[in-house]
């Protein structure tokens, strides 16, 4: 079990910029979310995939945001024309199908906008 | 929105001395997971209690869930210095597809 991953872990860039992060879940997992989480704050649900079929978008996913899972395996999250409030921590959790499954979360890709 | 309140917000605790955390939510949930996060970090998974469970253990851990009062605990018995941490209470809501709310968390420091 070699646990969720997440590149890259820090991002830096500039206001208008679009960065794009990648998420690998655990292999047999089948549902995939991505949380932010900003300073002194708990993590906040943004959408979640069930295999390659994105379920359920939270209203903090603005336009800007996009988020697919391709061959239901890894999956990305684009921030498009960055700004500063997009500044936090981007978590990915992995779980197996079904009510009552621990989410596994990564590490987080911290990012920075100037 | 954020559906968790833990409390205390902030707990400094002596090596070996038992911390205890509360957590409330306000709708009816499907189970209840506490986390904890390094400054810094991901969230490690400590324990998962179900709504028709009113208490599990692992290891120094001890969790209890009332689902009456819509409040669960946590209690960190010995604890280390290894234990500082920010700790999170996140619930699965009945019906909302296994997304996870979470409170704002509690931070941890045990001194040695």
């Known amino acids: 079990d070699t646990g969720v991953s997440q590149n890259p872990r820090h991002k830096i860039t500039k206001r208008g910029q679009n960065v794009t992060f990648r998420c690998d879940p655990i292999s047999e997992h089948n549902r995939l979310y991505w949380y932010r989480q900003t300073l002194g704050q708990g993590p906040e649900f943004l959408t979640y995939?069930?295999?390659?079929?994105?379920?359920?978008k939270s209203r903090l996913l603005s336009d800007r945001f996009s988020a697919e899972r391709p061959k239901g395996s890894f999956s990305t999250l684009e921030i498009q024309r960055t700004e500063q409030g997009d500044s936090a921590m981007y978590l990915c959790a992995s779980s197996r199908t079904g009510g009552g499954k621990t989410q596994y979360f990564g590490p987080g890709t911290r990012l920075l906008v100037l | 929105s954020q559906q968790g309140e833990e409390d205390p917000q902030a707990l400094s605790i002596q090596e070996g001395e038992n911390a205890t955390m509360n957590c409330s939510y306000k709708?009816?949930?499907?189970?209840l997971q506490w986390y904890r996060q390094n400054s810094g970090r991901g969230l490690v998974h400590l324990i998962l209690?179900?709504?028709?469970?009113r208490e599990k253990h692992s290891g120094r851990l001890r969790v209890t869930l009332d689902t009456s009062k819509k409040s669960s605990s946590l209690l960190i018995t010995a604890s280390r210095a290894a234990d500082t941490a920010s700790y999170f209470c996140a619930t699965d809501r009945t019906g909302a597809n296994s997304k996870l709310t979470f409170g704002k968390g509690i931070t941890l420091s045990v001194r040695p």
């Open positions: 995939f069930q295999n390659e079929a994105q379920l359920e």
């Open positions: 709708t009816s949930i499907n189970n």
């Open positions: 209690i179900r709504s028709n469970e």
